[in-house]
């Protein structure tokens, strides 16, 4: 592991025992986990958006390919945008090889990324589970179980009984509006802390000299005669950079508008919400495109639910207020235990939604400019995956295996990832 | 265990030589228990006050360290007396004791302890609390790596305060929308004010209120009058001046918790929460929505703890909230309080206990030179006052036994004289007031920083609103009113309403000084070292958290909030998050606008979720949608099946019969005899107007305008995208009018979609759209024997010659008037019967009367996939899933080469869709021809002994035909009309079938079968 | 026609009063009224006329108003479209109508079957519907006179107020009609309901 | 919960209506002539601006007309509401534009 702080200065080494002995002197001497530089005049590559993907890129570009000459620009704090308000769900079972590809890509890293980093980021492989509530939605889920399984990855079928075994407080009664008729479990997908994610990546690419700059706002980009970028216009000034990788989520159709061409993406509401915190009731996350919620429960003990998006165009991290009041009724609808418990908080979050639910991990019209966006309302299980595979799109200019199936270029020659069909609510 | 506590009621202020004893009802004594005691208290009682009352301090333990914990407060900012209430099904953790109105029988437990509250083995978390700063699980529970789902077993079960029930909800819970002009939120003076000058213009004014009586702080306060009237007296005359009137809606026990936009408000009422008894038919809560043209909020103000050591024992509470209990509940909370403050308001909180009959232990003053008629109050009744010190630590085992008070530097950063041990078993903090501004940033309104007075105050608001009153900085009575009025007259106006603002009334109430504001107050050691300086009390962040996050590079305050959870608890910060602010930027030497505050966000508190659901629950939930002939399926056994909101008949089955059984019946019967299916939802559309025609060639991909009146056409519909929307057939009723029929689950997006292109891309087209899906019931007469079952009902000529294969017919059948289409889902010969729906039913019965000679047989859905399988029809959404092209399913037939445009053509001309490698529909046959593909099966070339494997596609349609003998299966596969009579292979779970690839047609490949 | 053949959607689903206290919830089932769907241009004088001179009414122009005349309303639906209700005599109705403005772009769809209508009365009726109905109903926002199309609860649905009592009728499609019906009961529990 | 004034029948929730997205898009007069590139475009490249926007809304559970409005997508402010095919009004602070002439 290349730890150029942590390892010379073992003080700044995550463990038990760091924790033991930090004790004696009142926690006084912990160093910070990233610094506050001032932006330098120039940047080999320039990450905009400081959320876990544009973290995680910059993190495997400097291990995996070497850059050290990287800042990370973050208009706000690190992770405060769709990584810090997140549902945490993770998996990666999803409908087509592509998708499957790129998403157990991050799940293995996933498996890893809390020794790899040395940051506990709590990834809780509880299992994931997806209901289906008739005949259509069984035939469906059936197509991406098979496919998954095909895929070599791993998926199980359940009946109502087993879901019941495995969720007591979930509602299998047969006659209810949208009956459990079945589900699939994925037994390794789970949920992480989200804002470790932001803050390990942080710090382990801070650890290789990654400049790590918040409170810094793109607001344009200027271009070379040749039309190769240049660098970036920001709230600081300007900063060159030989590359420049954009990871705005909720923003990118912003910045690709500041760029001078349009993506297929739209900007929308998608809200989250949490109970008040409770002993445990519920181990593993369920997940109901049909009745369009979701459930797990933190470590903390609040549940976690989630909802469907607004279908407005917004950048107000809020939504209306009649999805959360239908995400509340569907929730007790399936689990009815939840009645009396209250709901704690909710906000919302800008999804980055493309017409076939799929991301963008692509070059652009721009040379040297490169977009990873459109992860819409899924994309935090992708973080790892997302930002090794664009780490490699920008050293290499070019993509590779993996992100290829997700360049922009689809959208002209229709070769769709389409994930709408059976993902529904895609998390 | 339970034994019934002598009513000794230590606490509880008797005799006659004090002013009032509280707004309790002393003649209803109301018994409860707590942790299985039992104990009593009044009407008018929180459990709050009746746990204090009867000297109960320790209510409950804290999240992390599971410390020892009581009362802080008096209202919804309580964090520490988290209470699981009742029991069974009826049980609700989390419950803030200070909003529990008592009755008789409550039943209240204490929480997140274990065995129970005096001896939690939890608290030897304590002993190990210098190992768990902030953030902490972040640094450990990392190896060995797979270990981490053992830590967080116990993580789990460590944490969650309270517990959920174990069953379902017994209680009722509704919502209700309302509309006013002005909405008042908060029932203090100011909001009272507000409401009321509001109302005397004639608007429509809701006033909501989270306590149980309105009045606000004036409940807490014996040293107010207005208009020489005790201020309680005041309130009850307003409000009764309110309740005359009928354009006023009075709410009590009603949060507004929820600021959303366009002054869209929710307000949380708890409707029976009080009386302990369930009301049959009455919710127990209700969410209004209301829509105000205009929102006055006046929601008053927190008092701040201070941040001094262990100042989280039982017994230290905030002085607002012990001078509240001494007024309004007549509960002195100790006998021997101290008080120590920034401010005068602290004195009144002395003044009021010490005229109640409490010995104060003394007064520390963190300002220099108190001065002012409440200070000279305070020592002409003798008591003492420490003035520029600090209150050190607190003392005691349990419960607030001493204070460590000593002199403080003048900067107020450090100590500078001996610590002195004072004796008291209460200390009350006044650390100064902050205004609620929670709903006004909900609505976005921005905060400013008020220097002088450290306080965040309303700046630009965002929504057509007001603040007024301690929300708005207007601490005093006279200003909370006098405001009130004025900005309710005018809100009033601004809503349309005419009026005059009514004169202020006269207020008396006590002077206030300057106040002096510290925010940690200065110990004998860096925080950290010794003891705890608690910040967010209910998630155990101390001060040493905050500095060590920022310390940690945590820096901004939404990083501190979520590295250490400040203000994450149930109580959102409420009291802690202006403190934790300001530390932090003391500790950043940054100005504390610069840190800002985090965001606040709904629930102001937190509310039900039963409540937010309301009655959209079981049968209510989302409505059922059933057809004409929906009754006579359910008499005859059908079983059914969710087709979007439909609900359809799936199959029959006789006695004793298997799906299988049932449906192979159907089939049998519908290809030899007569069938019957109820075909009612399917959508139908009315396309009318000189132009229909010409509308639909740009809508479907076939060609239309030459179809004759009278004649049927099968149109598939496709995307700009070239991919296939919808399909269905459509009949010429007149020269300028179509009848359109859609699939079941596609009707209202196809109607949609066709409004959309005429309104808003063809507006020149002359068309009508109406839909007439429900105008119609449907019964499709399917099989060789439909025309002799149809003949013995109708006076038509059914031959084929008269009334041939895709065409339409009006007339009767069985004397209703009807239309008969010929056509066919399954290619036998077959009538689509559509009547008027209220005859539906008479019309199904009618036949299947006719039918019996022939042995009709009703048929469902599953037997009408087979059935169509079987001919080799698609099903849109099944066979299809938004990536398929009409080439893709082999109908290029139904494309036209000739029209210069139609939505979908350019799609299909781009290159992806014209690979010939891409999935393409095909038949399959398994070797063994009773054996049935799983529908959702994938389909590999290169069978592998394990996954992975490279995958063609996967099958769409599959099902056992009795009509062909034996199994068949519709599937896209890639390039798969180059690969007909190609084995490939299905692996399932443990084995694998061989499969050939075939055309997607399994009976009557000619087609012949149509006339009968 | 045969009548006693015909049947409602609400047929075997009104039951029988309930709740907890007579509050003077009706709830009644507006059996089988003509329905008309009527397209045409408001501005066009001929097809005013000629829809004044089939139905007897004048055609509402104003959105969200109702004109009424003996047994025929005319509902505002959109600035295209109106919803003729009719009852008693309405023998040929359509035709006349059809007739009336056949001369100009206009269409007219009976929808007689397509729609099921509930009327609802009682000094509660307007806190029942507020239950689910998002528009106002304050006599200041909503009267006699007056339609609206929105949602009750999960149900589309043309509410008009009929009578001061108030009294209103919601029209909804009859494959909503029993959840529509379950649904006003459940939401006048609390006052008590009478099938009328 | 955002209201969205409907032209015709008022001010209503906005889940009342269908969400068109970009206003002011039309369907080119012959597709055949667009390069793959020009209907890409058409298909899925549409605005997504930050701030004031023109939109277009249908009343789906009303009178089901489609119409534009001009709405803030920041603060939700709605500051203009025109029917398809009238000029668009001028963004908040833009001088008047010119008249719509394409009839969306
Ligand atoms: C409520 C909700 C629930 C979700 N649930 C799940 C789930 O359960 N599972 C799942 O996998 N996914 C989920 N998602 C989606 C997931 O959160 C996102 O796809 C993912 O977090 C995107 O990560 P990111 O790093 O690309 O974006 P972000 O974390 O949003 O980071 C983008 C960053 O770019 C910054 N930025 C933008 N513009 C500029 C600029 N001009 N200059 C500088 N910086 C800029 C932003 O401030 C932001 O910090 C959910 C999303 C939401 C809103
Ligand atoms: N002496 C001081 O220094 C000082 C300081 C601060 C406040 N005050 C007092 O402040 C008062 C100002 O009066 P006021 O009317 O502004 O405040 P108030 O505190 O008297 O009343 C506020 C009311 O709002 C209610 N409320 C708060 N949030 C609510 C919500 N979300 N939904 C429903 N109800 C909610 C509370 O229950 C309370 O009844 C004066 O009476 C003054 O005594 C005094
Ligand atoms: C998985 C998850 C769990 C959360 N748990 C809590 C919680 O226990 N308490 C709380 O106040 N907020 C919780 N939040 C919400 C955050 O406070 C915050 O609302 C969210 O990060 C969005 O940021 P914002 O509200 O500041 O815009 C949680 C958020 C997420 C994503
Ligand atoms: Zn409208």
């Given amino acids: ?427 | ?1012 | 026609m045969d009548e006693a053949r015909a049947l409602s959607a609400l047929d075997g689903v009104t039951g029988h009063s309930g709740g907890a206290w007579d509050a003077g919830i009706v709830l009644t089932e507006v059996r089988f009224p003509t329905l008309l769907n009527l397209r045409g241009t408001a501005a066009d004088a001929a097809f005013g006329a000629g829809v004044e001179a089939a139905l007897g009414v004048v055609l509402p122009a104003a959105p969200n108003t109702v004109s009424q005349a003996d047994e025929r309303a005319v509902l505002w639906l959109a600035p295209d479209e109106w919803l003729v209700v009719a009852t008693g005599e309405v023998e040929g109705l359509q035709g006349n109508l059809e007739d009336a403005v056949s001369g100009v772009f206009a269409t007219v769809v009976d929808l007689s079957d397509n729609y099921v209508c509930i009327r609802i009365e009682g000094a509660q009726a307007r806190r029942v519907l507020q239950k689910g109905w998002t528009l106002d109903l304050h006599p200041r926002a909503f009267g006699v006179g007056q339609c609206a199309q929105s949602m009750l609860a999960h149900a589309g649905a043309i509410l008009r107020q009929t009578s001061d009592v108030p009294g209103y009728e919601v029209i909804v499609r009859p494959s909503f009609a029993k959840y529509t019906w379950d649904w006003l009961v459940d939401a006048s529990a609390e006052y008590g309901h009478r099938v009328g | 919960m955002q209201q969205i004034p409907c032209p015709w029948c008022g001010p209503r929730d906005d889940w009342e209506f269908h969400y068109g997205a970009e206003a002011h898009v039309a369907r080119p007069e012959t597709p055949s002539d667009k390069s793959d590139e020009d209907w890409m475009g058409y298909l899925y490249l549409r605005s997504n601006t930050k701030g004031p926007f023109r939109e277009r809304w249908m009343h789906a559970a009303g009178c089901r007309r489609w119409f534009n409005v001009i709405r803030n997508t920041v603060s939700h402010e709605v500051f203009a509401v025109y029917k398809i095919g009238e000029t668009p009004p001028p963004l908040p602070g833009e001088a008047p534009a010119a008249p719509d002439t394409t009839e969306r």
């Fill in chain 2, 1 to 1012: 265990m339970t034994g019934m506590n002598s009513p000794h009621q230590t606490n509880r202020i008797t005799g006659t030589h004090v002013k009032g004893g509280g707004r309790v009802d002393r003649s209803r004594p109301v018994s409860f228990t707590f942790d299985g005691t039992s104990f009593s208290g009044f009407e008018g009682d929180t459990l709050a006050s009746a746990l204090l009352a009867n000297d109960v301090h320790l209510i409950g333990r804290s999240f992390k360290y599971h410390r020892p914990r009581g009362l802080l407060g008096l209202g919804s900012e309580e964090p520490n007396a988290l209470i699981q209430l009742a029991r069974g099904n009826r049980t609700e953790p989390n419950t803030r004791a200070t909003q529990i109105e008592l009755f008789d029988g409550l039943v209240a437990q204490s929480q997140n302890r274990w065995p129970c509250l005096k001896f939690d083995v939890g608290a030897v978390n304590q002993l190990f609390h210098k190992l768990f700063p902030a953030g902490f699980y972040y640094k450990t529970f990392m190896w060995p790596a797979s270990f981490w789902m053992a830590y967080e077993h116990v993580i789990r079960h460590a944490a969650g305060l309270g517990k959920a029930p174990e069953g379902p909800d017994p209680d009722r819970y509704e919502r209700m929308h309302a509309h006013c002009d002005i909405l008042v939120a908060g029932g203090g003076p100011s909001g009272l004010a507000a409401a009321l000058a509001a109302a005397r213009t004639g608007a429509r004014v809701i006033l909501a209120d989270e306590s149980t009586e309105f009045g606000g702080s004036l409940l807490s306060e014996d040293d107010v009058e207005i208009d020489g009237l005790p201020a309680a007296d005041w309130v009850a005359q307003v409000v009764a001046e309110l309740r005359s009137m009928p354009e006023v809606t009075l709410l009590t026990r009603s949060t507004v918790n929820g600021y959303y936009d366009h002054n869209y408000l929710t307000i949380a009422e708890r409707v029976t929460d009080h009386i302990g008894a369930v009301v049959p038919n009455v919710p127990r809560q209700r969410i209004w929505k209301v829509r105000a043209k205009r929102v006055v909020l006046a929601t008053g103000t927190i008092e701040r703890p201070l941040v001094f050591r262990d100042n989280d024992r039982p017994g230290v509470m905030l002085s607002s909230a012990v001078r509240g209990y001494a007024v309004r509940y007549g509960v002195l909370a100790g006998q021997r309080p101290l008080i120590v403050t920034s401010n005068d308001d602290g004195y009144r909180t002395a003044l009021a206990m010490h005229d109640r009959g409490a010995r104060i232990a003394c007064i520390v003053d963190l300002r220099t030179e108190p001065d002012g008629a409440l200070v000279d109050a305070a020592r002409s009744r003798g008591i003492e006052i420490h003035a520029g010190h600090s209150l050190v630590g607190s003392l005691g085992r349990g419960r607030v036994q001493g204070a460590e008070i000593a002199r403080m530097t003048g900067d107020g950063t450090g100590l500078n004289g001996a610590v002195r041990r004072v004796d008291c078993d209460l200390i009350a903090m006044a650390g100064g007031f902050n205004p609620t501004v929670h709903l006004f940033s909900q609505s976005r309104g921005k905060l400013t920083w008020d220097p002088e007075r450290f306080i965040f105050v309303p700046g630009t608001n965002h929504e057509p609103q007001v603040s007024v009153g301690g929300c708005n900085g207007d601490f005093t009575v006279a200003q909370a009113i006098k405001d009130g009025l004025q900005k309710g007259v005018e809100m009033a106006r601004e809503a349309g309403f005419t009026g005059r603002k009514p004169a202020a009334p006269e207020v008396s109430e006590p002077k206030s000084t300057a106040e002096r504001t510290l925010w940690l107050l200065p110990s004998t050691r860096p925080v950290g070292h010794k003891g705890k300086h608690f910040v967010d009390f209910q998630n155990d962040v101390t001060a040493a958290d905050l500095k060590l996050a920022t310390r940690e590079g945590y820096r901004s305050i939404e990083h501190v909030k979520r590295y250490t959870t400040t203000g994450m608890a149930t109580d959102q910060g409420k009291t802690s998050n202006v403190n934790a602010l300001a530390i932090v930027s003391e500790t950043l030497g940054v100005d504390v606008t610069q840190v800002g505050t985090t965001t606040f966000r709904p629930p102001y508190t937190p509310t039900t979720i039963g409540a937010y659901g309301g009655r959209d629950i079981g049968a209510l939930f989302d409505p059922v949608r059933t057809t004409a002939m929906d009754g006579w399926h359910r008499e005859n056994g059908a079983t059914f099946e969710h087709v979007g909101q439909w609900m359809r008949a799936w199959y029959y089955p006789k006695k004793g019969e298997t799906l299988r059984q049932a449906v192979d019946r159907e089939c049998l019967a519908a290809r030899t005899g007569v069938g019957l299916l109820d075909a009612s939802t399917l959508g139908k559309i009315d396309v009318h107007g000189p132009d229909a025609a010409e509308f639909l060639n740009r809508i479907y991909s076939n060609a239309w305008l030459k179809l004759g009146i009278g004649r049927c056409r099968y149109g598939l519909m496709l995307k700009d995208d070239g991919m296939v929307m919808d399909d269905g057939v459509t009949t010429r009723i007149a020269e300028d009018r179509f009848h359109m029929t859609t699939t079941t689950g596609g009707a209202a997006g196809v109607l949609a979609w066709m409004e959309e292109h005429l309104q808003t891309e063809w507006p020149e087209l002359k068309v009508h759209l109406t839909s007439v899906t429900e105008q119609w019931a449907v019964a499709s007469i399917v099989g060789p024997k439909s025309r002799d079952v149809l003949a013995k009902l109708n006076d038509l000529d059914l031959s084929n010659d008269a009334f041939p294969f895709m065409s339409m017919r009006e007339g009767t059948v069985a004397g209703i008037p009807a239309r008969v289409y010929r056509i066919s889902f399954t290619g036998d010969l077959a009538f689509e019967v559509n009547v008027p729906r209220r005859y539906g039913r008479a019309l199904w019965e009618a036949v299947m009367a006719a039918g019996a000679e022939f042995d009709i047989t009703p048929y469902g859905t599953e037997a009408m996939h087979v059935l169509r399988a079987e001919r080799g029809f698609i099903i849109v959404g099944q066979d299809t899933d938004g990536s398929v092209t009409p080439s893709d399913l082999g109908m290029d037939w139904i494309v036209s080469k000739t029209k210069p445009d139609f939505i979908g053509k350019r799609g299909m001309a781009r290159p992806d869709l014209q690979d010939p490698h891409r999935k393409q529909l095909v038949g399959l046959l398994t070797e063994d021809p009773n054996e049935v593909l799983p529908e959702g099966a994938h389909v590999v070339a290169d069978l592998k002994p394990q996954p992975p494997m490279v995958m063609l596609g996967h099958v769409t349609s599959s099902y056992y035909s009795p009509n062909v003998g034996r199994s068949i299966a519709l599937a896209v596969i890639k390039g798969g009309h180059g690969r007909h009579g190609q084995t490939l292979s299905v692996p399932l779970v443990g084995r694998s079938l061989k499969v050939t690839v075939c055309e997607p047609v399994f009976f009557d490949k000619d087609g012949s079968r149509k006339d009968g």
């Fill in chain 1, 1 to 427: 592991m290349v730890g150029i702080r942590r390892g010379v200065v073992g003080k700044a080494s995550y463990s038990l025992f760091a924790l033991a002995r930090n004790a004696l002197s009142y926690h006084e001497d912990w160093r910070e986990a990233w610094r506050s530089p001032e932006p330098k005049k120039h940047y080999k590559v320039i990450i905009v958006g400081g959320g876990g993907h544009g973290l995680a890129t910059a993190y495997y570009l400097a291990r995996v390919h070497g850059i050290r000459d990287i800042a990370v620009l973050e208009k706000g704090w690190i992770g405060g945008g769709n990584t810090g308000r997140n549902t945490t769900i993770i998996r990666s079972g999803y409908l087509w090889d592509e998708s499957i590809a790129l998403y157990e890509h991050a799940l293995k890293l996933w498996e890893t990324m809390s020794q790899e980093l040395n940051f506990n980021v709590m990834f809780s492989q509880r299992g994931v589970i997806n209901l289906s509530h008739s005949v259509h939605e069984m035939r469906e889920m059936r197509r991406r179980y098979e496919a998954v399984r095909l895929n070599g990855v791993d998926i199980e079928m359940l009946s109502p009984s087993e879901i019941k075994k495995m969720v007591p407080i979930i509602n299998i009664d047969p006659n209810i509006r949208y009956p459990v008729m079945g589900g699939i479990l994925q037994r390794r997908a789970g949920t992480a802390r989200h804002d470790a994610v932001a803050w390990g990546y942080a710090r382990g690419a801070d650890d290789m000299g990654v400049d790590i700059i918040q409170n810094c706002e793109v607001t344009g980009f200027r271009r070379k005669a040749d039309g190769a970028i240049e660098g970036v216009e920001t709230n600081r000034g300007f900063i060159g950079a030989d590359k420049v990788g954009c990871v705005p989520a909720g923003h990118s159709a912003v910045l690709a508008e500041m760029a001078g061409f349009k993506l297929p993406i739209q900007a929308r509401p998608l809200q989250a919400m949490v109970s008040e915190p409770v002993k445990p009731c519920i181990d593993t996350v369920v997940m109901s495109n049909a009745v369009h919620m979701y459930i797990s429960q933190s470590d903390k003990g609040e549940l976690v639910l989630g909802a469907g998006t607004d279908s407005y165009n917004s950048y107000a991290q809020r939504g209306s207020f009649n999805i959360a009041e239908h995400l509340m009724a569907a929730t007790v609808e399936l689990y009815p235990i939840t009645s009396r418990l209250r709901m704690l908080r909710s906000w919302g979050g800008i999804v980055d939604t493309c017409p076939d639910a799929s991301p963008i991990l692509s070059k652009t019209p721009v040379p040297g400019l490169y977009f990873n966006c459109g992860w819409g309302t899924g994309g935090f299980k992708a973080t790892p995956g997302s930002g090794h595979v664009f780490a490699d799109l920008i050293a290499n200019d070019r993509p590779n295996a993996i992100a290829a199936p997700f360049a922009l270029d689809r959208f002209r020659t229709g070769y769709l990832v389409d994930e709408h069909g059976a993902a529904g609510v895609a998390h």
